[in-house]
């Protein structure tokens, strides 16, 4: 049984996913359990956050580089890899002492998290034919909706139930399951050309990546002094640097290939791609808060007012795959874009504290039907017309953009609410992003 397994699509599809699951999920999941960590570590909120701010630093920074080993070294082989490295740094996490142990332990995870990511797409990609593809990706869509939006139910039940060290805790065995299962049932794939490793590339790309990252990230809690801005400007200049020394390196293997952008798809669900990550972020972030300080709900009342936008998400998503492989994407994407919009239009005159948390229910599963339609869609136009040689490039390149994009978001929401913006006023940087995002589907 586990021999006709080996290979196949929709076991490769499962084993691809769970992974991916974990990573995604760790993104949001420990903003719930700050206040169990501030206590049990005896530590200041600033040092805490850093515990969300290091795994998302280092996802960033880390991805492009990520998706070239795999290109080099093997798809499979650097999936298992990262599989490992989160799962081990997952059991630190979990028995960390300190903050300053927990951190490190985060900044561990955050690299298996990078090494482990691209890969999937660009499995997926080798793994599926074109006619099936979107269904695939609708799957793997799912999986990236229903993560990013879980968090806060499933953190606020562990940490009410066990503790905050068990959403950490809880990844162990998960992780040992995927590792057993990409050996027997992911193929030793490669999908990318032999070419040596560019150092000089993966130096000025990271560290870009982190600068800018860092400065978006920490800018609101230092205030935006010079220091913020001069790092700003400093990872700015090192994109300028790094994008050049690429354009000498486009005929030996660079770590972005300027060929792919010459498709337009590609270059337009790249964008739309990290601006739905920064609406997404700009929309669940102040519900979050509304729901817990607004309406002084616990926070597994608020994880369960949440859940009707990743239960719906859930299941639309591989119909909505299938339905993009029928008849096109972009319908598909634009619906689910429009969904979304209108589910905030609709919660932000109802944001208000006489409000209860069933009122939002409606307007959450129009959210989640929206976030089931957008993902595969986008994942599948993007990826339409990549040759599989760029596969692991083109994915590298997706998912940090999704990852800067969450941190842009994360940013000009924090900014907004920190500056005594009403909820309201908030929720119009995520509707502005998807009206325009919807606009530009629209007129492609």
């Given at each position: 049984?586990?021999?006709k397994?080996?290979?196949?699509p929709w076991?490769v599809?499962?084993t691809?996913s769970?992974g991916?699951f974990?990573t995604?999920l760790?993104?949001?999941i420990?903003?719930?359990?700050?206040?169990?960590?501030?206590?049990s570590?005896h530590a200041?909120?600033?040092?805490v956050?850093w515990?969300?701010?290091?795994?998302?630093l280092?996802l960033?920074a880390?991805?492009?580089?990520?998706a070239?080993?795999?290109?080099?070294?093997?798809?499979r082989?650097m999936f298992?890899?990262g599989?490992a490295?989160f799962t081990?740094?997952?059991?630190g996490c979990?028995?960390a002492?300190?903050?300053a142990?927990?951190i490190?332990?985060?900044?561990v995870?955050g690299i298996?998290?990078a090494?482990l990511t691209?890969?999937?797409?660009?499995l997926?990609?080798?793994?599926?034919p074109a006619?099936r593809r979107?269904?695939?990706?609708?799957?793997w869509?799912s999986?990236?909706?229903?993560?990013?939006l879980?968090?806060?139910?499933?953190g606020?039940f562990?940490c009410s139930?066990?503790?905050?060290?068990?959403i950490?805790?809880?990844?162990v065995?998960v992780?040992l399951?995927?590792?057993?299962?990409?050996?027997?049932f992911?193929?030793?794939l490669?999908?990318?050309?032999?070419?040596?490793?560019d150092?000089?590339g993966i130096?000025?790309?990271?560290s870009?990546?982190?600068?800018v990252?860092?400065?978006?990230?920490?800018?609101q809690?230092f205030?935006w002094?010079?220091?913020?801005w001069?790092?700003?400007?400093?990872?700015?200049?090192?994109?300028?640097?790094?994008l050049r020394?690429q354009?000498?390196?486009?005929d030996?293997?660079?770590l972005?290939?300027?060929?792919l952008?010459?498709d337009r798809?590609?270059?337009?669900m790249?964008?739309l791609?990290?601006?739905?990550?920064a609406?997404m972020?700009g929309?669940?972030l102040?519900?979050?808060?509304?729901?817990?300080q607004?309406l002084?709900l616990?926070?597994?009342?608020?994880?369960?007012a949440?859940?009707?936008?990743?239960?719906?998400?859930?299941?639309?998503?591989?119909?909505?795959g299938r339905?993009?492989d029928?008849?096109?994407?972009?319908r598909?994407?634009?619906?689910g874009?429009?969904a979304?919009v209108l589910?905030l239009a609709?919660?932000?005159?109802?944001?208000?504290a006489?409000?209860?948390?069933l009122t939002?229910?409606?307007?959450?599963?129009?959210m989640?039907?929206?976030?089931g339609?957008?993902?595969a869609?986008?994942?599948t136009?993007?990826m339409?017309?990549?040759p599989p040689?760029?596969?692991?490039?083109?994915a590298g390149?997706?998912n940090?953009?999704?990852?800067?994009?969450?941190v842009?978001?994360?940013a000009?929401?924090?900014?907004l609410?920190?500056?005594?913006v009403?909820?309201?006023?908030?929720?119009?940087?995520?509707?502005?992003?998807l009206?325009?995002a919807a606009l530009?589907v629209r007129?492609?």
């Open positions: 049984m586990i021999e397994l080996r290979g196949n076991a599809l499962a691809l769970l991916f974990m995604l760790d993104l949001t420990v903003n719930i359990a700050i206040p169990g960590m501030m206590t570590l200041p909120l600033d040092l956050l515990t969300v701010g290091a795994y998302s280092v960033a880390l991805v492009v580089t990520a070239r080993l795999g290109d080099l070294l093997g798809q082989t298992a890899w599989i490295v081990l740094a997952s059991a979990g028995l002492p300190g903050p142990a927990l490190a332990a985060r900044i995870q298996g998290a090494l691209p890969q999937t797409m660009a997926i990609v080798a793994t599926f006619a979107g269904t695939a990706l609708g799957v869509g999986v990236a909706g229903v993560a990013t879980a968090g806060p139910t499933l606020g562990l139930a066990l503790g905050w060290r068990w950490f805790f809880v990844n065995p992780g399951l995927v590792l057993v299962m990409t050996f027997l992911v193929p030793g490669r999908t990318g050309r032999a070419h040596r490793l150092p000089s130096l000025l790309s990271s870009a990546l982190a600068c990252a860092f400065a978006l990230m920490e800018g809690r205030g002094n010079p220091a913020i001069a790092l700003a400007a400093a990872g700015l200049v090192l994109g300028a640097l790094f020394h354009g000498r390196r486009q030996s293997g660079p972005i290939p300027f060929v952008f010459r798809n590609f270059a337009v790249t964008v791609i990290g601006a739905v990550g609406a972020v929309a669940v102040p519900l979050g808060l509304l729901l817990q607004g002084g616990s926070a597994v009342q608020a994880g369960l949440l859940a009707p936008s990743p239960l719906v998400s859930l299941l639309v998503s591989p119909f909505a339905l993009a029928r008849i096109g994407g972009r598909v994407l634009l619906a874009l429009l979304y589910g609709v919660i932000a005159p109802l944001a208000t006489s409000a209860q948390a939002f229910a409606l307007p959450l599963a129009l989640g039907l929206g976030v339609c957008m993902i869609p986008m994942s136009e993007a339409r017309n990549v040689a760029l596969a692991g490039a083109a390149i997706s940090t953009v999704r990852q800067l994009g969450s842009f978001g994360t000009g929401t924090t900014a609410l920190a500056s005594g009403s909820f309201q006023l908030v929720l119009l940087l995520p509707i502005g992003l009206t325009a530009v007129g492609g």
